[in-house]
């Protein structure tokens, strides 16, 4: 069970809005610590999406973005394309026994 | 333009030790504030961080796993090592290396070696 909690799936509609939850603790989110977040298409390697909670890196379409408050962090995805269809996993570290950096369970995205 | 690439055996055979290298390129373990990080992937499952080492030599390692891993550095050949002992069945899984941005996150990752447990 991941320290980070994320939906195992959500879905929707070309052009629409989704957002994926990413639920913490006092000892990660909580704590002030920055929340990632990765996009994983099939059979290929994690991309950063968003880093710092809310920044995305050169390149990110600026239909992705992240926001933090208190013990939970979300990614948005507006404009929803058939090619945003992937895994998407939180990231964060976290000052507890658990682990220094944790990931969330991840959430399936996928377009109607 | 930071490349990394992951190599080993794609086949290891229960109680034995795993010994991944990470190559990698653009950019250099010795300066400060880098850090390069091993995170796995078992198959349809969700990632899992395993280690990381710093510029500075500074090795963090995942707690549940901590008695099995160690994580080193070449700084000359511009490689990070990364040991499991005892390996078993349900370490089965795409094990990649990623470097780590200064403020956190992993911005490049390696395309991921799938290492199989079986005997």
């Known amino acids: 069970q991941s320290v980070l909690t994320q939906p195992p799936s959500v879905s929707g509609a070309p052009g629409q809005r989704v957002t994926i939850s990413c639920t913490g603790s006092s000892s990660n989110i909580g704590a002030g610590y920055d929340v990632h977040w990765y996009q994983q298409l099939p059979g290929t390697a994690p991309k950063l999406l968003i880093y710092?909670?809310?920044n995305r890196p050169s390149g990110v379409p600026d239909r992705f973005s992240g926001s933090k408050s208190g013990t939970s962090a979300s990614l948005a995805i507006t404009g929803l394309q058939a090619e945003d269809e992937a895994d998407y996993y939180c990231q964060s570290y976290d000052s507890s026994l658990s682990g220094n950096w944790v990931f969330g369970g991840g959430t399936k995205l996928t377009v109607l | 333009q930071i490349t990394l690439k992951e190599s080993g055996p794609t086949l290891v055979k229960p109680t034995q030790t795993l010994t991944l290298t990470c190559t990698f390129s653009?950019?250099?373990?010795?300066?400060?504030?880098?850090?390069v990080g091993w995170i796995r992937q078992p198959p349809g499952k969700a990632l899992e961080w395993l280690a990381l080492i710093y510029w500075d030599d500074d090795k963090r390692y995942s707690p549940s796993l901590k008695s099995r891993l160690t994580i080193t550095k070449d700084t000359s050949k511009n490689q990070v090592v990364l040991t499991m002992t005892n390996m078993d069945p349900v370490d089965t899984a795409t094990y990649y290396c990623?470097?780590?941005?200064?403020?956190?996150?992993?911005?490049?990752w390696g395309q991921g070696t799938l290492v199989t447990v079986s005997s």
């Open positions: 653009g950019f250099s373990l010795s300066t400060s504030g880098v850090g």
């Open positions: 710092g909670n809310s």
């Open positions: 990623a470097h780590q941005r200064t403020l956190g996150g992993f911005d490049y």
